[in-house]
């Protein structure tokens, strides 16, 4: 059988355990059900991994149906009771991967659960949505997920592969120059300008997208800056 995904570096290897932190003090213990032995190690439903500051978190597996592990979701350890579910990997194309269970027939994300027990209440079905601060969907911990509308949910997605620059909102202009744009909220693109470099088009971007987008906005990385 094939090896389940590695945890993310930090974690403890065999059987895994679950962190909990009472104050100033850690206490560990061993998380029931386990779901499949792979290569002699028992995989359990969880990994610790270490504290982070003064709160640690522990990873969550996403199963395939016969209990392999696809890939690892990140909680804080308050949500740790979440680990009892099974959950498995929802893998959404251009939106990105997310983790989803089926309940009692009802299909339910790991993120909204998360973010409405942060909120204590319920999200408006259709005016709010999930948004995951750093672009990584399957990291649920309360401090990267905010309440977003469509919009704003939509100005955070990550730049997606197949087009001709590796940079949101720059293109190739027909004499070799980049071209820079930016939808403003509507279907209408707004143009930014015509470039001698691909750096300065996305430098053009990341200004335009603060100004439309704000805290939402998803900035290129240019020359290890944004």
């Given at each position: 059988?094939?090896?389940?995904?590695?945890?993310?570096?930090?974690?403890?290897?065999?059987?895994?355990?679950v962190l909990t932190r009472l104050g100033t003090q850690t206490r560990l213990r061993v998380p029931s059900k386990?779901?499949?032995?792979?290569?002699?190690?028992?995989?359990?439903?969880?990994?610790?991994?270490?504290?982070?500051?003064?709160?640690?978190?522990?990873?969550?597996?996403?199963?395939?149906?016969?209990?392999?592990?696809?890939?690892?979701?990140?909680?804080?350890?308050?949500?740790?009771?979440?680990?009892?579910?099974?959950?498995?990997?929802?893998?959404?194309?251009?939106?990105?991967?997310?983790?989803?269970?089926?309940?009692?027939?009802?299909?339910?994300?790991?993120?909204?659960?998360?973010?409405?027990?942060?909120?204590?209440?319920?999200?408006?079905?259709?005016?709010?949505?999930?948004?995951?601060?750093?672009?990584?969907?399957?990291?649920?911990?309360?401090?990267?997920?905010?309440?977003?509308?469509?919009?704003?949910?939509?100005?955070?997605?990550?730049?997606?592969?197949?087009?001709?620059?590796?940079?949101?909102?720059?293109?190739?202009?027909?004499?070799?120059?980049?071209?820079?744009?930016?939808?403003?909220?509507?279907?209408?693109?707004?143009?930014?300008?015509?470039?001698?470099?691909?750096?300065?088009?996305?430098?053009?971007?990341?200004?335009?997208?603060?100004?439309?987008?704000?805290?939402?906005?998803?900035?290129?990385?240019?020359?290890?800056?944004v």
């Amino acid at each position: 059988a094939a090896r389940p995904p590695p945890a993310p570096a930090g974690a403890f290897s065999g059987l895994a355990l679950v962190l909990t932190r009472l104050g100033t003090q850690t206490r560990l213990r061993v998380p029931s059900k386990p779901l499949a032995i792979t290569g002699g190690v028992v995989m359990s439903r969880t990994l610790v991994t270490e504290p982070v500051g003064m709160s640690g978190y522990i990873l969550i597996a996403l199963c395939r149906r016969d209990g392999s592990v696809r890939a690892w979701a990140k909680v804080d350890d308050v949500d740790a009771d979440l680990a009892d579910e099974r959950w498995r990997l929802s893998d959404r194309g251009k939106y990105g991967s997310y983790c989803d269970c089926n309940r009692r027939g009802a299909e339910r994300y790991m993120h909204r659960v998360i973010l409405q027990r942060k909120l204590g209440r319920e999200l408006i079905p259709g005016l709010e949505f999930t948004d995951h601060v750093n672009g990584n969907g399957l990291d649920n911990r309360r401090d990267n997920l905010r309440v977003a509308s469509k919009r704003q949910n939509m100005a955070n997605r990550a730049k997606r592969s197949g087009f001709t620059s590796a940079f949101l909102g720059v293109s190739v202009f027909r004499d070799g120059r980049w071209i820079a744009k930016i939808r403003d909220g509507s279907r209408l693109q707004r143009h930014l300008g015509v470039f001698d470099t691909e750096a300065e088009a996305a430098r053009a971007y990341n200004a335009a997208a603060s100004e439309v987008h704000g805290e939402f906005a998803r900035l290129n990385v240019v020359d290890g800056a944004v």
